[in-house]
T-cell receptor, first 121, second 114 residues
């Protein structure tokens, strides 16, 4: 079955350490996203990518980095510069969504992975 | 994106219909209404979306008011597995060309009682 796989499910970070969260999809989607969710709150966008070798900052990109070398993969690195990294991280993908107004792809649903819960040691 | 308002929580009995309301009084003509749900410790799951007409799929129905200022997600027979946080989200069709993020509010926590 097609879907999105995030790993690991749980991750612990030490002070000053960078950690990388994996996100892989086999849905042949062009667009991929990383969100952060804090307890009792909605999702906030960290980074997104419309196509391979391209990505853009979301609302809370500071302290994070991404790469998009392959269509199916969009790993997120939480760097030591992110001072409050404890959260639930969600990766999503969707059919590509670009072009002018009234793009017929602009309302394609996003498919989410099951998340990675990151905690500080 | 325009804002939506949902009740913080609702309860339903198992095997009964559930009507989850959403108000969006500032909706624009090009805003689609999307619903997602999130089970505990899982990623959000797409449920349904629509523009003006009522919509049905295997998971739920979406009833949209004639003036589009409100909508209702209908689960026809609630099961224990439907207990989740349900999010009502507006997405403007007039995408600028950038990938469209989803703006989640706090949603409605649905409790299903056996």
């Amino acid at each position: 079955d097609g879907g999105i796989t995030q790993s690991p499910k749980y991750l612990f970070r030490k002070e000053g350490q960078n950690v990388t969260l994996s996100c892989e999809q086999n849905l042949n989607h062009d667009a991929m996203y990383w969100y952060r969710q804090d307890p009792g709150q909605g999702l906030r966008l960290i980074y997104y990518s419309q196509i391979v070798n391209d990505f853009q900052k979301g609302d809370i990109a500071e302290g994070y980095s991404v790469s998009r070398e392959k269509k199916e993969s969009f790993p997120l690195t939480v760097t030591s510069a992110q001072k409050n990294p404890t959260a639930f991280y969600l990766c999503a993908s969707s059919i590509g969504n670009w072009g002018g107004a009234f793009n017929r792809y602009s309302n394609q649903p996003q498919h989410f992975g099951d998340g990675t819960r990151l905690s500080i040691l | 994106d325009a804002k939506t308002t949902q009740p913080n929580s609702m309860e339903s009995n198992e095997e009964e219909p559930v009507h989850l309301p959403c108000n969006h009084s500032t909706i624009s003509g090009t805003d689609y209404i999307h619903w997602y749900r999130q089970l505990p410790s899982q990623g959000p799951e797409y449920v349904i979306h629509g523009l003006t007409s009522n919509v049905n799929n295997r998971m739920a129905s979406l009833a949209i008011a004639e003036d589009r200022k409100s909508s209702t997600l209908i689960l026809h027979r609630a099961t224990l597995r439907d207990a989740a946080v349900y999010y009502c989200i507006l997405r403007d069709e007039r995408s600028s060309g950038s990938a469209r993020q989803l703006t989640f509010g706090s949603g409605t926590q649905l409790t299903v009682l056996p």
